[in-house]
């Protein structure tokens, strides 16, 4: 019989079975709140092989297909359960978190320059105590290294190479990243890329002084790295398009400007300047039909091993050394793993059904990471796959295949990019009919062959600036992009099952019945609160502020997080995203002072909500005023949204003509009331502000409009504010702290946290709680984003 029939028939059925079963029990394993003894992975994959031996044994039992289940669930958790017990023992210990230590290592990878420093990975060969007492420490860490605050730039620190050993003195915490709906889980990234610590060098008076200790050859990858992408930067003039060339190039994505990356989201061709799973199988594609066309010249090799074999051995192996040049980042790993499994199918003589191959593809992914099911990347490259295997058709001519294909992939996986980004570019099509060729055979051919003809890489930085002018054009058309808030779980595998069945290869009638399963998700709105009531949404932005309230039909944001360089700050990166996964339109944005940790993502914010008035306290000449008509906040302005009261409780009009006043003065306090329930937001007030609240209210003999159920902690809990006077009038029954984790200032406070327990006033921080959200008809009640979504990889601060 042939092997194909054997593939369609029990045989196959009972393979499918297997491999499903395998990233079942992979998934099941993710859903882990705590690991469990190191020895529950070997536990469960010995469970696993007795049930396979049982299902052998009883080959005509009617359960047998259940049993191969079982069987392959218990392998695939007992994997998944193996691997973490193994990574979970690289962990920071907790008495180590925030102390000095003398360490030894290497830098590992390429060093990353930033606004006043650098970051880099740093394999750490020793680590002591200032005492000279060796600890253990994380393998690898993420360090930054960062001039003096006299300095004027980072200009004045070492220039760090890849593979160079150095000793210094660092402080380390663990990875500890925001926590917010709908938003990237960086804690998941760092456990997927082996860090398990991150801190900064310590390069102060107090601190022995950094030394480098010479260089290491087994980092000679990494330094061919750094001199690739050096060189690329120093060759093309325009910076911008100098980053595209040496993300293609060697992998470094991070080379791209914030600019470039809008556009390229916008337009849908985000995965073409990466290095990602395309990039690595055309690669693979191209080696193995080169090698394969030369081998077919050769009798003597032809008898030896066939050219189609040969072509395929060589083009994984060449595919695995463009992968390890340009970084070997998990997307080239997943890719090559994918890649080797196929090729080894098919070199063994076997010839299974594609989606038996589709499946043994997937389940070596995520038996090799089965944190993969969590990424974006792995669907979004693994659906695409399979789309195009079910989708085959007779060719019809290239350019009608591309064509073809290139809508089908688009169709497949629009309902796939709306749950992972919560929008897809409705220009994608276009762009990547035209983008796709581009880069795939000029741009990334042209920065390669750079590395051997340096002029080459004029041309590819002319070829990038050609493609990057076209799709800015895309880009600006009115509805480039559509958004849709993020639709529950069930809705958005209901919609993706749609979108496969409108491309399968079956009658239109069938197909057309796709439709229905996708338009739960398009006419999907987010919940909101009835009216007479709000909500509050404390977003996890570290150390600074950001709260978004919400009534029945308006919306309003209170401050927009911090800005940490020129290039990043938390509108781009945390709030706009978070806003869109809501369905969030903003009518309001409240700048409460001019600090940086709660203006620094107004921009952004009020770029993505044209429509938004802006409030603040900000004076005329603030770069802000520029870009929206300012109005100020001043005691006594209100408003009514739904039944909900707004007001202005500080500052005076008079406070903004003084010239002495101090911006954390000046911060704008709002307080929103209905149905009896009431929150104060007060910015960064301190005490003399706090007192001058007080005594007006008190005087007036009426202090209700200070009460309130929710206080929104002022100045991150600064022993400068909640003085005990303030504390008294205001009587929350929650005070919420928005700051950062293991933040330089020490916020809060722990005499400030006594202060407010003492009084009986819940404390939550955004620390232990990730987003906070807190409604008005459940006064007592705050649901933390980071404890309903809490996984094995995620950090537990101290205290929670």
């Known amino acids: 019989m042939p092997m194909a029939t054997v593939g369609a028939g029990r045989a196959g059925t009972g393979l499918a079975w297997v491999l499903g079963g395998v990233v079942a029990g992979a998934a099941l394993q993710l859903q882990q709140v705590s690991l469990g003894p190191p020895a529950t992975g070997w536990a469960c994959m010995v469970a696993g092989l007795l049930l396979s031996w049982a299902a052998w044994r009883w080959r005509g039992l009617r359960l047998r297909p259940l049993l191969l289940l079982a069987a392959a669930v218990w392998i695939g958790f007992g994997a998944a359960e193996w691997r973490a017990s193994m990574r979970s023992q690289q962990a920071l210990s907790p008495d180590l978190q925030g102390r000095d230590l ?126 690739v992408r050096d060189a690329i930067r120093a060759r093309i003039a325009d910076p911008a398009h100098a980053g595209v060339v040496a993300a293609l190039a060697v992998g470094d994505q991070r080379a791209i400007s914030r600019a470039d990356w809008d556009v390229f989201r916008a337009t849908g061709v985000a995965h073409l300047v990466s290095i990602s799973g395309l990039h690595v199988t055309l690669f693979a594609w191209l080696a193995a039909a080169g090698v394969g066309r030369c081998w077919r010249r050769s009798e003597r090799l032809c008898l030896r091993l066939a050219a189609q074999q040969a072509g395929l051995v060589v083009g994984v192996l060449l595919a695995t050394a463009y992968a390890v040049f ?101 220009v994608s099509l276009p762009a990547n009919l035209v983008a796709i060729p581009w880069v795939t055979l000029v741009v990334t051919p042209l920065a390669l062959a750079g590395v051997l003809v340096p002029p080459l890489w004029d041309l590819a930085g002319w070829s990038v600036g050609l493609l990057v002018a076209g799709l800015q054009v895309l880009a600006a058309w009115p509805l480039a992009v559509w958004s849709i808030a993020a639709p529950p ?27 229905p399963l996708l338009l739960p998700v398009l006419l999907w709105q987010a919940p909101r609160p009835a009216p007479g009531g709000f909500e509050l949404l404390a977003a996890d932005v570290g150390q600074g502020s ?97 039944g909900v009261d707004f007001e202005f409780l500080h500052p005076q009009p008079a406070d903004h003509e003084s010239p002495s006043a101090k911006p954390n003065a000046l911060s704008c306090v709002l307080r ?49 504010s909640s003085s005990p006077l303030f504390l008294d009038l205001v009587r929350p029954r929650v005070a919420l702290v928005q700051a950062g984790w293991a933040n330089r200032f020490g916020h809060p406070a722990a005499d400030v946290v006594a202060r407010y327990r003492e009084r009986g006033i819940t404390v939550v921080s955004t620390v232990h709680c990730g987003a906070a959200h807190w409604r008005s008809r459940e006064p007592l009640r705050v649901d933390c984003e980071r404890v309903q979504r809490r996984r094995y990889w995620h950090h537990v601060a101290p205290g929670e």
Not at 142 to 162: F, H, Q, T, V
Not at 181 to 195: I, K, R, T, V
Request: with cysteine.
């Open 102 to 227: 003398w360490v030894t290592g290497w830098v590992a990878g390429l060093p990353q320059p930033f606004e006043r420093g650098q970051g880099f990975n740093f394999d750490i060969e020793s680590a002591r105590t200032p005492g000279g007492v060796a600890v253990s420490v994380p393998a690898r860490v993420l360090l930054g290294w960062y001039a003096d605050r006299n300095e004027d730039s980072a200009d004045a620190l070492p220039r760090l190479r890849a593979g160079d050993r150095w000793q210094f003195v660092v402080r380390l915490k663990a990875p500890h990243g925001a926590f917010n709906p709908h938003g990237f889980d960086a804690e998941l990234w760092s456990w997927e890329q082996g860090l398990h610590a991150v801190g900064h060098v310590r390069a102060t008076a107090a601190a022995p002084p950094p030394r480098q200790l010479g260089s290491s050859p087994r980092y000679l990858v990494e330094r061919s790295r750094q001199w």
């Open 326 to 426: 340009s970084g070997w980042g998990v997307p080239s790993q997943r890719t090559i793993w994918m890649l080797a499994a196929i090729s080894a199918l098919r070199l063994s003589g076997l010839h299974w059904p594609w989606p038996l191959v589709w499946l043994l593809a997937g389940a070596v992914v995520v038996t090799l990471d089965p944190w993969a099911l969590l990424q974006a990347g792995f669907w979004l490259s693994f659906i695409a796959v399979g789309v195009l295997f079910a989708a085959q058709r007779p060719a019809a001519g290239r350019l009608t295949d591309l064509l073809r294909e290139q809508c089908v992939v688009t169709v497949a996986l629009a309902p796939v990019t709306l749950l992972f980004f919560g929008q897809m570019s409705l």
């Open 489 to 515: 779980t069930m809705l958005a595998w209901a919609a993706i099952a749609g979108g496969l069945v409108l491309v399968l290869r079956l009658p239109l009638p069938l197909r057309l019945m796709g439709l």
């Open 546 to 642: 950001a709260v978004l309230v919400r009534t029945a039909g308006h919306s309003l944001l209170y401050d927009t997080g911090p800005r940490w360089s020129p290039d990043s700050e938390a509108g781009s990166r945390l709030l706009v995203p978070m806003l869109r996964a809501l369905g969030e339109r903003l009518d309001v944005v409240v700048v409460s002072h001019r600090d940086s940790d709660h203006s620094g993502g107004a921009a952004a914010v009020l770029g993505a909500h044209p429509d938004a008035q802006l409030w603040s306290s900000i004076d005329d000449a603030h770069e802000l005023s520029t870009l929206r008509s300012l109005r100020r906040c001043e005691a006594g302005r209100r408003w009514r949204w739904d």
């Open 672 to 720: 929103i009331a209905a149905g009896g329930r009431s929150a104060l937001l007060a910015g960064d007030i301190e005490r003399p502000q706090e007192h001058r609240l007080a005594t007006t209210w008190a005087a007036s003999g009426d202090a209700s409009p200070l009460r309130a159920d929710l206080l929104l902690v002022p100045h991150h809990g600064s022993r400068t």
